[in-house]
């Protein structure tokens, strides 16, 4: 009798990181941008409870800025899944502080902006399915849509930059945890300037995967991205 074998191999844990340490100096604001409202909470709220509630995800990083006056009165806050992290001066120090915290070998982390709160779960499943495809990691981005052009120092067009291959690099970026944290921490330590994980992993000379995601999923940075992200959040809400 063949006994059909029920083994599954067991699969690497999940580990979001949510750099959440920033201030948010481009919005204006009179918070940090990661606590300005957004549907029935905050812009970090929205963002932590698509990752919460992704049964994909075993467990959630944030890095909160040292004097992180807001973050207590969450009820995210509370998330058994949850653990907080003391972020960094730049966004690569506060991911890479929350990756130090991570004790599993063998995880993916899932590194995903808190200014982020218009993902969705497909597209996480999307970048979760990849890691066959691109064992190295990979980022979603969105192919760009407009003419491109490089600007002067006096403010006209310089040249138009070919954009048949030019993508918006979005969040989540999804990489093994052993090869990130050290090609951050030595990315940092060249003076790279590291403004996303996938720069990083392509000093070291790592070719992340490139995994088409949604255009909606913007980085609230400047004041009319706020109600933006309120009409496409709305508009996910409606149609789920
Ligand atoms: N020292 C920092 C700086 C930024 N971030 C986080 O990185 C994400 C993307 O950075 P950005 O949009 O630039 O946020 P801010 O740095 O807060 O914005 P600004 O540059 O306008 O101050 C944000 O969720 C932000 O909270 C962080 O964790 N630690
Ligand atoms: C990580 C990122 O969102 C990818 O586009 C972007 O690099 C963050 O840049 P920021 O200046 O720290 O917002």
Redesign the pocket.
């Known amino acids: 009798m063949s006994h059909q074998s029920s083994f599954k191999p067991l699969q690497p844990k999940v580990i979001a990181v ?10 204006k604001a009179e918070c ?3 606590y300005l409202p957004l549907a029935d909470s905050c812009i970090l709220a929205v963002t932590l409870d698509v990752l919460l509630s992704h049964p994909a995800i075993d467990e959630v990083f944030v ?1 909160l ?1 040292a004097d992180d006056q807001f973050f207590a009165q969450l009820p995210q806050a509370q998330h058994p899944k949850l653990h907080q992290v003391i ?5 690569v ?3 890479i502080a929350a990756l130090k915290q991570i004790d599993d070998a063998v995880s993916w982390a899932l590194v995903h ?3 982020r709160p218009c993902l969705t779960h497909a597209d996480i499943d999307k970048l979760l399915a990849s890691r066959e495809q691109y064992p190295q990691g990979a980022i979603l981005a969105a192919p760009v849509r407009d003419t491109m052009k490089r600007a002067r120092k006096d403010g006209c067009i310089d040249t138009t930059v070919p954009r048949d291959a030019l993508w918006h690099a979005l969040t989540p970026q999804f990489f093994p945890t052993a090869t990130l944290l050290p090609a951050l921490e030595q990315a940092v330590q060249a003076g790279v300037n590291v403004t996303d994980e996938a720069s990083a992993m392509e000093w070291a000379g790592v070719a992340p995967g490139l995994v088409s995601g949604r255009a909606d999923n913007i ?1 609230v ?1 400047h004041p009319d991205d706020l109600p933006l992200a309120a009409l496409y959040l709305a508009h996910h809400r409606s149609i789920n």
């Open positions: 949510v750099p959440a340490a920033g201030i948010g100096s481009r919005m940090p941008k990661q890095a800025n972020g960094g001066a730049e966004r120090d506060s991911v902006d808190a200014a980085k940075t």
